[in-house]
């Protein structure tokens, strides 16, 4: 059974910081490229980082470099987005994803708020 399963959520006040975990299982995760998504509120779903399966390669979109970093450790079959100088904007819920070829797997989404 596959699964996706999503830690590190919650409230945080603007200019802080947290790490998000995604652990996968069911699959051969070393070999899949993992992303992680968001989607605010009446808002489109977004790209926020990837990271190769093999090289390791990694891109973000604009509103987030400088200030997130996203890192898989194989071992562990876990990928992690370490999000820094969070802001109101970065309020939304994010989404952990598996792909390779035409297979493709979500984890469950965790909401992160940013607020004072």
């Known amino acids: 059974q596959v699964q996706l399963v999503e830690s590190g959520g919650g409230l945080v006040q603007p200019g802080g910081s947290l790490r998000r975990s995604c652990a996968a299982s069911?699959?051969?995760?070393?070999?899949?490229?993992m992303i992680w998504y968001r989607q605010a509120p009446g808002k489109e779903r977004e790209l926020v980082a990837g990271?190769?399966?093999?090289?390791?390669?990694?891109n973000y979109a604009d509103s987030v470099k400088g200030r997130f970093t996203i890192s898989r450790d194989n071992a562990k079959n876990t990928v992690y987005l370490q999000m820094n100088s969070l802001k109101p904007d970065d309020t939304a819920v994010y989404y952990c994803?598996?792909?390779?070829?035409?297979?493709?797997?979500w984890g469950q989404g965790t909401q992160v708020t940013v607020s004072s």
């Open positions: 990271i190769g399966s093999v090289s390791g390669v990694t």
């Open positions: 994803y598996a792909r390779r070829g035409g297979k493709d797997y």
């Open positions: 069911g699959f051969t995760f070393s070999m899949y490229a």
